[in-house]
């Protein structure tokens, strides 16, 4: 599969900024969504990304938005056509959600 375009979705604005960073170096184009709202806003929108990265988070306490598993659920089943791969970011320490992850994950901290 020949990967062009990377969308990052992380609430974290440094974890954001530094995985486009990197990928913009490479040479990649990139996209980001700072929730999983906005990346289904963006997607809906017409952005067919080759790989989502996605930093696997809870929605915190007081705050309404969609869930990392609702999130999940319309990805499979909005590209079911031509899913992207994805590839997940997970903090040092969290476990893997009680729900089977298909694709590659890579824990934070992690060296940019």
């Known amino acids: 599969m020949h990967v062009s375009f990377v969308f990052v979705i992380s609430r974290d ?3 954001r900024g530094s995985v486009v960073s990197y990928a913009i170096d490479r040479g990649y184009d990139t996209a980001l969504a700072a929730s ?13 990304p080759d790989v989502i990265v ?3 988070q809870g929605v915190p306490r007081g705050e309404t ?6 999130f999940s659920q319309w990805l499979e089943t909005t590209f079911r056509d031509r899913p992207p791969a994805v590839t997940y970011l997970l903090r040092k320490g969290t476990r893997r959600p009680a729900f089977r ?3 590659p994950v890579i824990k934070k901290p992690f060296p940019l």
């Open 13 to 15: 604005a440094r974890t």
């Open 36 to 48: 999983y709202d906005d990346a289904m806003e963006s997607l809906r929108n017409g952005t067919r």
């Open 54 to 56: 996605v930093d696997v």
């Open 65 to 70: 938005g969609t869930s990392f598993t609702a």
């Open 101 to 103: 992850i298909e694709g």
